[in-house]
């Protein structure tokens, strides 16, 4: 039987910012404007994928709607100080890797308690 992860990422690029917000804002603080600019921009930019990572154990990275991802960050407490740029740089790790991206440090703090 394989095991199934879904790797749902909050940020708006690897390269900078292309989204246009700026990156030293903590996601926690977003507008709703820059929630929904974030969001389309991570749907249109990067696409679902998906790697076998050995073992049974499949991982699919960037696999959620505007919507999903517009719930993630809206959901997001406010105690997560972690900035767009941090979640920016978790996404290129899980493009890098989707297998092992969530062992860089830019993802373990988006994954700490504070940001769950």
Known sequence: MKKVIFVF???CGSDGGSAGVDTSL??????????????????????????DCGG?????????????????INA???????TVGTSEDCLAAFE????????????QALFAASCM
């Open 9 to 11: 990422v909050i940020a």
């Open 26 to 51: 903590q996601i926690a603080d977003l507008s709703s404007a820059q929630v929904t600019q974030e969001c389309q921009f991570v749907v249109a930019h990067f696409p679902p994928k998906t790697a």
């Open 56 to 72: 049974g154990l499949t991982v699919t990275v960037n696999d959620q709607t505007e919507a999903q991802c517009e719930a993630m």
């Open 76 to 82: 997001v407490p406010d105690t997560c100080t972690v």
């Open 96 to 107: 890098a890797d989707p297998c092992n991206g969530g062992n860089d440090a830019s993802c």
